[in-house]
Structure formats: C-alpha cells, structure tokens
C-alpha cells in the first residue's frame, strides 16, 4: 500500500529561470494594429485518438522563437506558446490593448491531419508559437513553417470580441475563450 504524507491533492510548482537573448525578450502583450498575426507548425488534435498524441512528444519552438526575432527584430510585437489553443492564448496577446481584435481567416490556419478548422482554434496543448509582427514574415524557420492567419485591427465601436475567426462562408465566430480554461 502507498504511504501518503498529509492530506489533500498533490500539488507541484516549477519555476523557470532564463537568460533572454542578445535581443532582448519578446513579450505577450505589444501588438499593434495592421500586425500579422502566424503560428508554427500544425495545430489540433494534440492529445491523439491513441491518448498519446504529441502533447507528450512536443519540441518546444525556442529555436524557432529565437530566429523569429532575430529575423523580424523590432517588428516582432508580441508572442506567446499555444497550450490552451490558439483562441484563448491570441486573445492573451491582446489583454493590454482592449480597443484592438485578431481576426483570424479560418482556411489559412495550418490544421493538423484529421481536424477542422474549429479544433486547431479550441483543442490546446500544440505548444506552437502564435507571433504579431509587422514586416515579411518568413515562411519557415529551422525547417518549421510559418503559415499567416490573420492580423490584428482596431476593434469596432461595442465590439466586445478579441479573437474572430471569419470561416469560408464569411460567418464570424468569436472564439476569444474558446480552448483550455484553467480552474482553481
């Protein structure tokens, strides 16, 4: 039989600690208005019909964040990982900038084999980078691809919505917490 000490659930903590590049960092918050708004790779489906997917077997895109911003240099406004999915971690780019929206075009995002369009946005734990930037966006990097899919605009006088997703019939879908919602 297990031994248990105290009582109550398991709780860890991790702390990182890093150096930031020559560079300097890029932060979440910073995008502008007229940004493009790409991710690497592909995303949904990450956990797998098997229950193995690649959550578990992710490379993290630190070379690939890394060369962004020294390629983009000061164009490179804002980034962040995508482990919640890509409507509620693009909407955390925006937490500092209510008057600004991502409008994302649903036939660009570069959905893994097998998922919609819908998945890619909600499904989470892609660990991909999502990146605001103004300037040429490369279309790789370190043999990952870059793929556009969309940019950041003022928002509409009472549009509420930070992340909208415009599908191939022209309908919008506010997805701004649409993926992972962490509970306490």
Request: glycine share 14%.
């Given at each position: 039989?297990?031994?248990?000490?105290?009582?109550?659930?398991?709780?860890?903590?991790?702390?990182?600690?890093?150096?930031?590049?020559?560079?300097?960092?890029?932060?979440?918050?910073?995008?502008?208005?007229?940004?493009?708004?790409?991710?690497?790779?592909?995303?949904?489906?990450?956990?797998?019909?098997?229950?193995?997917?690649?959550?578990?077997?992710?490379?993290?895109?630190?070379?690939?964040?890394?060369?962004?911003?020294?390629?983009?240099?000061?164009?490179?406004?804002a980034m962040i990982d995508l482990s919640d999915g890509l409507g509620t971690d693009a909407a955390h780019l925006l937490e500092h900038s209510p008057r600004l929206q991502i409008r994302i075009d649903?036939?660009?995002?570069?959905?893994?084999?097998?998922?919609?369009?819908?998945?890619?946005?909600?499904?989470?734990?892609?660990?991909?980078?999502?990146?605001?930037?103004?300037?040429?966006?490369?279309?790789?990097?370190?043999?990952?691809?870059?793929?556009?899919?969309?940019?950041?605009?003022?928002?509409?006088?009472?549009?509420?919505?930070?992340?909208?997703?415009?599908?191939?019939?022209?309908?919008?879908?506010?997805?701004?917490?649409?993926?992972?919602?962490?509970?306490?």
């Amino acid at each position: 039989s297990a031994h248990r000490i105290g009582q109550g659930p398991l709780t860890c903590s991790v702390t990182v600690v890093a150096v930031p590049t020559p560079n300097g960092a890029v932060e979440r918050f910073g995008a502008e208005a007229g940004d493009v708004v790409a991710v690497t790779g592909s995303l949904g489906g990450s956990f797998g019909s098997d229950g193995a997917g690649r959550h578990m077997t992710f490379e993290p895109r630190i070379g690939e964040g890394i060369m962004l911003h020294a390629i983009l240099g000061d164009g490179l406004h804002a980034m962040i990982d995508l482990s919640d999915g890509l409507g509620t971690d693009a909407a955390h780019l925006l937490e500092h900038s209510p008057r600004l929206q991502i409008r994302i075009d649903a036939k660009a995002i570069p959905v893994a084999s097998g998922c919609t369009w819908r998945q890619a946005m909600v499904d989470g734990e892609d660990y991909e980078l999502c990146f605001c930037a103004s300037g040429e966006i490369p279309s790789q990097v370190l043999d990952c691809p870059i793929t556009p899919v969309g940019h950041v605009v003022e928002r509409s006088p009472g549009d509420s919505r930070s992340v909208v997703v415009v599908d191939e019939d022209g309908n919008e879908h506010d997805l701004t917490n649409a993926g992972w919602e962490h509970v306490s």
